[in-house]
């Protein structure tokens, strides 16, 4: 997988705004920018995906620069539930059936 | 939506030892799924793709011996953690990817700790 760098960690008032950031610039002209999180002491969870145009979804909003060197993760409305280790992970088409490679990812921080 | 549970959530075991975590897809069949460890404060790290009806894959620096993974149906696999040492202690993470689809789905892990 092509690689990404994130900040190591990121800090947000809760119901404030919060844009993670993705730097890629190696990435293929067909790979997607995915988005997972894992919340303390738990799995990943899958937040969104996206190839070229920006994406939404109930989690999360996915803003992807117009040369997808960078991209962006947005959360509308930070709450305590979402402090949490965000990764993004660039990842061929159609390979579902191959493993995630996590880097180390943002941790988030969500201050009451 | 697609789940995958594992069992047990924690486990303490004497050094010596051997462990085994269960990984189950619900609702879904699966017949590739990922064995992932964690260690404090790390990333995860991919272990063994766990292959139904064939044998695991295993990545680099990885005992196979040590870390038996056997997928027995469409829905299970299992990682067997053998003669296990404080060092193994680990949270350690299993992962299914929907069939046709792109994303795959986490485990909620075991942790694992071994006196």
């Known amino acids: 997988d092509a690689k990404t760098t994130q900040p190591n960690s990121m800090e947000s008032n809760e119901e404030e705004p919060v844009h993670l950031p993705c730097n890629h610039s190696?990435?293929?002209?067909?790979?997607?920018i995915h988005w997972y999180r894992q919340l303390p002491s738990q799995g990943p969870e899958y937040v969104i995906h996206?190839?070229?145009s920006n994406v939404n979804n109930r989690m999360a909003s996915l803003a992807i620069a117009e040369d997808r060197k960078s991209s962006t993760l947005i959360l509308h409305r930070a709450t305590l539930r979402d402090a949490a280790v965000y990764y993004c992970i660039l990842r061929p088409p159609l390979s579902g059936n191959t493993p995630l490679v996590f880097g180390k990812g943002t941790r988030l921080s969500v201050i009451a | 939506g697609a789940v995958v549970s594992q069992h047990p959530s924690r486990v303490i075991c004497k050094s010596g030892t051997s462990v085994k975590i269960e990984c189950r897809s619900l609702d879904f069949q699966a017949t590739t799924m990922f064995w992932y460890r964690q260690f404090p404060k790390q990333s995860l790290m991919l272990m063994a793709t766990?292959?139904?009806?064939?044998?695991?894959?295993?990545e680099q620096g990885v005992e196979k011996d040590k870390f038996l993974i056997n997928h027995a149906s469409l829905t299970l696999s299992t990682l067997t953690v053998t003669s296990a040492h404080p060092e193994d202690s680990s949270f350690y993470i299993c992962?299914?990817?929907?069939?046709?689809?792109?994303?795959?789905?986490f485990g909620p892990g075991t942790r694992l700790l071994v006196l």
């Open positions: 766990s292959n139904e009806g064939s044998k695991a894959t295993y």
């Open positions: 996206g190839l070229t």
């Open positions: 190696t990435i293929s002209g067909t790979d997607y």
């Open positions: 992962s299914a990817p929907l069939p046709g689809g792109e994303t795959q789905y």
